[in-house]
């Protein structure tokens, strides 16, 4: 079974502040990873993907990957009120996207 | 990003009734597509997974007469809601796999809010 884990939060931060979203999966074969916001009553939205051990920033954005120890993360500077979603962690494993259930963010003004 | 359509984005209908729901991938093919459904405040679930010219392979207590899926060509997957009950009621979004420089990433619709009455 495979497995994507992320803490449910809710993750509160003040305005300005980093928020750092934390995902851990089950499978070493495992290969893209990707970082989904959804806000609420929407669906997911794609914010960013990564394959590669190491950071890749976009924007506001940094995701971490480290394969050994079978986590990704992802940075949010300078947090606003408008990144205020639930974030879900996906990993690609051969056929299937695996979804983590999410962590809710909250970000204070 | 690709662009996937989702519609209708909501629809209420009676006890009984069907209810199809469409799924285009506007700017790419997709020979993979996938339908979820989720509850308020509740993680997405997969219902099942839909590939082009092929029957849909369907989750885990997922009721395949119930959810009928049809994905008859590169852009276009469909789900129809046959004899829809208030317990169907939710929201469904579909997905759909770009492949693109030997990676692949996946794109949502917008979501349909079914409200069964």
């Known amino acids: 079974q495979k497995e994507v884990e992320q803490n449910s939060g809710p993750l509160s931060v003040p305005e300005g502040a980093i928020a750092s979203l934390n995902c851990t999966y089950s499978?070493?074969?495992?290969?893209?990873f990707f970082w989904y916001r959804q806000y609420s009553g929407k669906s997911p939205e794609l914010i960013m993907s990564i394959y590669s051990n190491g950071d890749k920033e976009d924007g506001r954005f940094t995701a971490q990957l480290n394969k050994a120890s079978q986590y990704v993360s992802l940075l949010i500077r300078d947090s606003q009120p408008s990144d205020s979603a639930t974030y879900l962690c996906?990993?690609?494993?051969?056929?299937?996207?695996?979804f983590g259930p999410g962590t809710r963010l909250s970000v204070l003004p | 990003g690709a662009v996937v359509s989702q519609h209708p984005s909501r629809v209420i209908c009676k006890s009984g009734t069907s209810v199809k729901i469409e799924c285009r991938s506007l700017d790419f093919q997709a020979t993979t597509m996938f339908w979820y459904r989720q509850f308020p405040k509740k993680s997405l679930m997969l219902m099942a997974t839909s590939n082009e010219g092929s029957k849909a392979t369907y989750e885990q207590g997922v009721e395949k007469d119930k959810f009928l899926i049809n994905h008859a060509s590169l852009t276009l997957s469909t789900l129809t809601v046959t004899s829809a009950h208030p317990e169907d009621s939710s929201f469904y979004i579909c997905?759909?796999?770009?492949?693109?420089?030997?990676?692949?990433?996946?794109?949502f619709g917008s979501g349909t809010q079914l409200s069964v009455l």
């Open positions: 996906a990993v690609y494993y051969g056929q299937n996207f695996v």
């Open positions: 997905s759909a796999v770009l492949r693109q420089g030997g990676g692949e990433k996946l794109f």
């Open positions: 499978d070493r074969g495992s290969q893209s």
